[in-house]
């Protein structure tokens, strides 16, 4: 097909801007409309037997959404035999170009594309679409930074079981990208979409995906037995929260991975860079409180209760004599003048217990020095000791010479 070629009457086209099996992608002008826009054209002999109906479903999926990251259908139809849909024109590249020439990506813009296609997902997931071929070819980046989710071709619809397009047992969609369930067989839903996303993730940030090996069965077994290698052993430069939120996008049960929109409001929080929990406000310093006051009851105290106009339910006090006065003022003496009195009381009871003990020690080591020298003394003797009769007279034995 030539260029400048008019569709429908509106869409002329311009240059080409992609191809693949199922067809080409050309950058046209709307001249009904006066913007640029992008045309898809289904090759006019297609020897795929579903390719018609994945057009026309791609038509049909995209055509239900309308969100700021999902690329936008504005129009289908067919001319001389060749299906054509018409599509929002994204002025940038692919994330597989962006891949080829940065290799890697820095978290910062990792985190925006996470945030963006996780928002474009949800979108699609709350439609009932799957998109099952979520790839860096199919993520597109316009000139300001916004993601935008292209090529539903293979979606399908969650509670459409024929919604597949393909035979028994076949795998539709990228074995590098692909969820382990799927890699069982099992229908795909949304958290497949989500474990999709976060190959393409881990493939941003360190430069390949998850799993590589040398046959597409290979890379299934992978998706099913192997744990990824966390990106920063690789060394790459990454917030331990990313890392970890990024190994549960790969879970590899779908119950464990978190929902398209639970990612897209965790990225766009910023909650990847890990900052730490905001602390609790510090609590107002407070003096420490005094050691209790003893109770006193008034009939202790030989002291009345005061009860003049004391209010129901309220707490009774007790007129107390003021420090100093040998008369009741009845005024409650101060915390640090009963501290005084205890202290003082403390003090005093220390005090008068060491000096009983300092004179107990002195008499009695007096008392066992008299003893002492008593009993040693040079003119005493067991011989002159007297001896009591058991009627307590005394009387003394002569003493043979």
């Not at 079981?161 to 382990?180: D, E, F, H, M, R």
């Not at 006090?317 to 009195?341: C, I, K, L, M, W």
């Not at 220390?350 to 000096?355: A, G």
């Not at 008392?367 to 003394?377: D, E, I, K, Q």
Request: include cysteine.
């Amino acid at each position: 097909m030539k260029q400048q070629v008019l569709i429908a009457g509106r869409y002329r086209l311009n240059t080409t801007i992609g191809r693949g099996a199922m067809g080409e992608v050309w950058q046209a002008y709307d001249e009904l409309a006066g913007r640029p826009v992008a045309v898809k054209l289904l090759h006019s002999q297609n020897s795929e037997p579903t390719a018609t109906a994945r057009f026309r479903l791609e038509a049909q999926t995209a055509g239900r959404l309308s969100h700021p990251h999902v690329v936008g259908v504005l129009d289908f139809g067919e001319q001389e035999g060749r299906l054509y849909l018409v599509m929002e024109l994204v002025d940038g590249d692919s994330l597989a170009h962006v891949l080829t020439q940065a290799g890697s990506l820095p978290a910062e813009d990792v985190a925006r594309i996470a945030a963006h296609s996780a928002a474009g997902l949800t979108a699609a997931h709350e439609q009932g679409i799957v998109h099952r071929d979520i790839k860096p070819g199919n993520l597109l980046v316009d000139a300001d930074g916004s993601v935008k989710i292209g090529d539903f071709g293979i979606a399908h619809f969650v509670n459409d079981p024929n919604g597949a397009l393909t035979a028994t047992g076949q795998i539709v969609g990228t074995s590098l990208y692909i969820a382990p369930e799927r890699a069982l067989g099992q229908p795909a839903g949304p958290p497949s979409d989500v474990y999709s996303l976060g190959c393409v993730l881990y493939q941003l940030l360190t430069g390949n995906p998850p799993f590589r090996a040398s046959s597409p069965i290979a890379v299934l077994h992978h998706h099913l037995d192997t744990a990824p290698v966390p990106p920063r052993e690789l060394g790459v430069r990454i917030p331990p929260a990313f890392e970890n939120y990024l190994l549960g996008l790969l879970a590899k049960r779908p119950e464990d991975r978190p929902t398209a929109r639970q990612a897209a409001e965790w990225f766009g929080a910023g909650a990847w860079r890990g900052h730490p929990e905001p602390l609790p406000a510090a609590a107002p310093h407070r003096e420490p409180k005094p050691a209790p006051t003893p109770q006193v009851t008034a009939w202790d105290a030989g002291l009345a209760p005061r009860t003049n106009n004391t209010p129901a339910g309220s707490a009774t006090t007790y007129a107390f004599p003021s420090a100093g006065s040998g008369t009741g003022t009845g005024t409650t003496p101060s915390h640090r003048t009963r501290r005084r009195q205890r202290t003082g009381g403390r003090a005093g009871t220390v005090r008068r217990s060491r000096t009983v003990g300092t004179v107990a020690a002195v008499l009695i080591f007096l008392g066992a020095l008299l003893v002492g020298l008593a009993w040693f003394s040079p003119d005493h003797s067991s011989a002159d000791t007297p001896t009591t009769d058991p009627t307590g007279t005394t009387s003394s034995s002569p003493v043979t010479p």
